[in-house]
């Protein structure tokens, strides 16, 4: 297999995005060991997306490398490891669970799929469910069917776009326990971003992006310790700023 050369399963420096010339990105670096969950933390339209997107190969950056499992991601094949989930999960609306994870694995030429199916299903807590179409699913059914379907193809990697964003507080949580166990369980590496600093209690890793770079990267811990009120306020994110709050 590839990648048993490193002992990193991303690995990104100095990646800088512009967008004419505005710089999205100043030269972030970061990397993330096999086996590792971690996640980007960061408000939004920060470059969060960016970065995850040149990870899986969808955006290329305007400078820098960024290596997966040791080799330079313009190798093809990587992405071969890698699983995607991006912030909309791209489903077959009206196919049920199990049919998309059918049509998954017929799109990547999974032999036994049957078994493996119930069995990922389990684990992401969808198998009570899995004659349902998608499009009667919550939102966070969407994305645990949307990750079970990268899963299917036993990927090394799975990187993740604002899982829990649009979600009550409950799934949130559920979200970030199903990722926490397909870690430790399965060995994958889980890479996350999120706008909610909650969701990074579970991870081995921190890291922070704010003003075009990094702020602060660390386990959750002893960032808390390092971050003023203890690690509770970050930001407050204002959905909708109206006249009146303005005035208040």
């Known amino acids: 297999g590839v990648g048993l050369t490193s002992e990193f399963a991303i690995e990104v420096i100095n990646f800088s995005s512009k967008h004419g010339n505005s710089v999205i990105l100043d030269k972030v670096s970061f990397s993330i060991k096999k086996g590792e969950m971690v996640c980007l933390v960061g408000p ?135 990722l926490r166990n397909i870690s430790s369980q399965l060995s994958k590496t889980v890479f996350f971003t999120t706008h909610f600093m909650d969701d990074a209690e579970e991870c081995d890793n921190v890291i922070i992006l704010a003003n075009k770079t990094i702020a602060a990267q660390g386990s959750p811990s002893r960032l808390k310790k390092s971050l003023p009120g203890s690690g509770k306020i970050i930001n407050i994110i204002l959905d909708n700023v109206t006249d009146n709050l303005l005035k208040s």
Not at 118 to 146: C, E, F, H, P, T
Not at 165 to 170: E, F, H, K, R
Request: aromatic share 2%.
């Open 44 to 178: 939004s339209g920060v470059g969060k997306s960016t970065i995850i997107e040149a990870l899986v190969g969808r955006k290329t950056p305007t400078g820098g490398v960024i290596k997966i499992l040791g080799k330079n991601i313009k190798s093809q094949k990587i992405l071969d490891f890698v699983g995607y989930v991006p912030q909309a999960p791209e489903l077959y609306a009206n196919q049920t669970v199990e049919q998309n994870l059918l049509s998954s694995a017929i799109k990547w030429n999974i032999k036994d799929a049957k078994a493996k199916i119930d069995k990922i299903l389990s684990l992401v807590d969808l198998l009570d469910i899995k004659g349902v179409k998608a499009n009667k699913l919550s939102g966070g059914q969407q994305k645990l069917l949307s990750l079970s379907m990268e899963l299917i193809r036993d990927v090394e990697i799975c990187v993740l776009d604002e899982p829990t964003s649009g979600l009550d507080p409950n799934t949130r949580n559920k979200v970030i326990t199903i």
